[in-house]
Nanobody, 120 residues
Framework: VQLQASGGGLVQAGGSLKLSCAAS????????MAWFRRSPGKEREFVAA????????RYADSVKGRFLISRDNARITTYLQMNSLKPEDTAVYYC??????????????WGQGTLVTVSS
């Protein structure tokens, strides 16, 4: 499974961005998907996850109500709609494929990351 994240950029606080993660490879549509992020000087942390079937979702408390994770009908592309962005959301965002969880080790495949910078 290969994952390609895109959509990062520079945005002002209060603005929005939508990240995309395009997946390819065997049985890619049967994996649960997630977004993690690593802020400068911090460990990588969970952001959001979505099940491959049923579309159940879960979010980190820090983004709940502001971010929305979704997938296209073919379950090939996963999105992260980020609204009301804050400077503390500045990070490299990674998409991952694995099992519905907030734990890094439950995800087998990782994208290369896309940088989101939120200016105050």
């Amino acid at each position: 499974v290969q994952l390609q994240a895109s959509g990062g950029g520079l945005v002002q606080a209060g603005g929005s961005l939508k990240l995309s993660c395009a997946a390819s490879g065997r049985a890619v549509s049967s994996y649960d998907m997630a977004w993690f992020r690593r802020s400068p000087g911090k460990e990588r942390e969970f952001v959001a996850a979505i099940r491959w079937i049923g579309d159940n979702t879960r979010y980190a408390d820090s983004v709940k109500g502001r971010f929305l994770i979704s997938r296209d009908n073919a379950r090939i592309t996963t999105y992260l709609q980020m609204n009301s962005l804050k400077p503390e959301d500045t990070a490299v965002y990674y998409c991952a494929a694995g099992w519905f969880s907030a734990t890094e080790s439950d995800y087998n495949y990782w994208g290369q990351g896309t940088l989101v910078t939120v200016s105050s």
